[in-house]
């Protein structure tokens, strides 16, 4: 029987956990539905650095969030409740991590609740996906959020590098029928572009440059009644909202358009099995970024979690 927590980690209490440490249920983590698992892996990065402090800082500006969601109309976290973990150091390798990460992920989906991981680089969702490639061989789609492509076969030496996390996804050994929706992409490499064109059955992207022509129902039509598992490159907002990150590239989403994106593909989806949210830099004394990812994970949490309808207070 796989044990949860995992060895290794432990829940972290009310005052260290995800949101409001005064939030209802932040002292019983054992009956959360959601596990926000920190996983500050920063071992590939090629341009700015800072990804390992990124979970750090969103979980200390989510204690400054509201809990209640004005577009819900409720304290929405009460429906599902959140627990977090404290992980152990993370292993010298990347791979090696990869491996911590998928049994943690295991572990978590093992005791019935939700993973959702803080990076930490993009290079994370490679061994985040393991667990859930294994429990849904047929069906699983990964609707990825990002700038960049990740569709390299390796970078600068390194088979797990961030720059090759959709590629590693995509090649799960013995898992081909994995389904990638990419949202946002606007920056990639010509060998990206020709692993595209050879896997387009796979594959459903919607190019930066083309969105004024996206529609809600295109984007999540692959994702109906399917298994999702979603991965938020932060940097899939435009560099003007977040600059806080490795690799910002112009011409991204907005806040409120990738959430509408996010409220529609957590509608559509048969299920939100699992969540990451990576690639956020922390830029000393500007804490607005810091709540801008808070606020975005909280906000993912809630629509997978919690539906996406509003309910009244009377």
Not at 26 to 32: F, H, M, S
Not at 103 to 114: H, R
Not at 228 to 243: E, G, K, Q, R, S
Not at 282 to 305: C, E, G, S, V
Request: proline content about 7%; charged content about 20%.
């Amino acid at each position: 029987m796989t044990k949860f927590p995992p060895s290794g980690a432990s829940f972290l209490p009310g005052d260290r956990s995800f949101l409001d440490p005064l939030r209802s249920d932040a002292d019983t983590p054992a009956a959360a539905r959601a596990v926000v698992i920190p996983f500050g892996l920063e071992a590939s990065v090629s341009y700015g650095g800072g990804t390992a402090q990124g979970p750090a800082a969103i979980m200390s500006a989510s204690h400054q969030l509201e809990l209640f969601d004005d577009e819900l109309w409720r304290e929405a976290y009460a429906d599902y409740g959140i627990a977090a973990l404290q992980m152990p150091p993370l292993p010298d390798s990347v791979s090696a991590s990869l491996d911590q990460l998928a049994a943690v992920t295991d572990s978590v989906l093992a005791a019935g609740k939700m993973p959702f991981i803080l990076g930490g680089e993009h290079s994370l969702t490679a061994g985040a996906i393991r667990p859930f490639a294994k429990r849904f061989p047929d069906d699983l789609v990964v609707l990825q959020f990002d700038a960049h492509w990740d569709l390299r076969d390796g970078y600068l030496g390194e088979a797990f590098s961030h720059a090759a996390a959709m590629r590693r996804v995509l090649d799960q050994p013995g898992h081909q029928n994995i389904t990638l929706v990419s949202v946002g992409i606007r920056a990639f490499s010509e060998p990206e572009a020709r692993f595209y064109e050879a896997n387009r059955k796979r594959m459903h992207v919607h190019f930066g440059h083309d969105q004024a022509r996206w529609t809600l129902d295109e984007i999540v039509a692959p994702l109906r009644g399917k298994p999702v598992y979603i991965t938020f490159d932060i940097d899939a907002l435009d560099a003007h909202v977040m600059p806080a990150t490795g690799t910002p590239v112009p011409g991204g989403l907005g806040y409120q358009q990738a959430l509408e994106i996010l409220r529609a593909a957590c509608n559509a989806a048969g299920q939100v099995v699992g969540m990451d949210l990576v690639e956020f830099a922390p830029i000393a004394n500007f804490h607005a970024f810091d709540f801008t990812a808070a606020q975005l994970a909280a906000k993912m949490l809630n629509y997978a979690l919690s539906g996406t309808g509003r309910h009244s207070l009377v």
